[in-house]
């Protein structure tokens, strides 16, 4: 399974990598550092689930679900930030995601967020 990782912190990215290596699952990942690479990353590859942050330059994570959720209405997505207010957890949900995790992360919280996105 494909998993498109979207941050604009290189080490949050490796990070969740190695959670999700060791979550059992064999995923191949492509990643993007901002919203804009993360669009145009999913026309390019269709991945089976994107876990994108809110906060990047040039485009954040929330109109990065909004268009996605354009190009496809079944996109998989759990969005991701440091500042879990309820009002961004609205605004992910309303766009599009299917779940959302507060940093920094705790392993367990990401592998059941994942599984359960992807029905494994």
């Given at each position: 399974?494909?998993?498109?990782?979207?941050?604009?912190?290189?080490?949050?990215?490796?990070?969740?990598?190695?959670?999700?290596?060791?979550s059992g699952?064999?995923?191949?990942?492509?990643?993007?550092?901002?919203?804009?690479?993360?669009?145009?990353?999913?026309?390019?590859?269709?991945?089976?689930?994107?876990?994108?942050?809110?906060?990047?330059?040039?485009?954040?994570?929330?109109?990065?679900v909004?268009?996605?959720?354009?190009?496809?209405s079944?996109?998989?997505?759990?969005?991701?930030?440091?500042?879990?207010?309820?009002?961004?957890?609205?605004?992910?949900?309303?766009?599009?995601?299917?779940?959302?995790?507060?940093?920094?992360?705790?392993?367990?919280?990401?592998?059941?967020?994942?599984?359960?996105?992807?029905?494994?």
């Amino acid at each position: 399974m494909k998993v498109l990782l979207v941050d604009d912190a290189m080490s949050v990215r490796m990070s969740l990598r190695n959670i999700l290596d060791d979550s059992g699952c064999d995923f191949t990942y492509l990643e993007a550092s901002t919203g804009t690479e993360a669009v145009r990353e999913y026309k390019k590859s269709s991945p089976d689930l994107v876990i994108m942050d809110i906060l990047m330059p040039e485009m954040d994570g929330i109109t990065a679900v909004e268009k996605i959720m354009e190009e496809n209405s079944q996109a998989k997505i759990i969005m991701c930030s440091a500042n879990g207010n309820q009002k961004k957890v609205v605004q992910a949900v309303t766009a599009g995601a299917i779940d959302f995790i507060v940093k920094p992360y705790e392993a367990h919280k990401v592998i059941e967020s994942v599984k359960k996105a992807l029905e494994l």
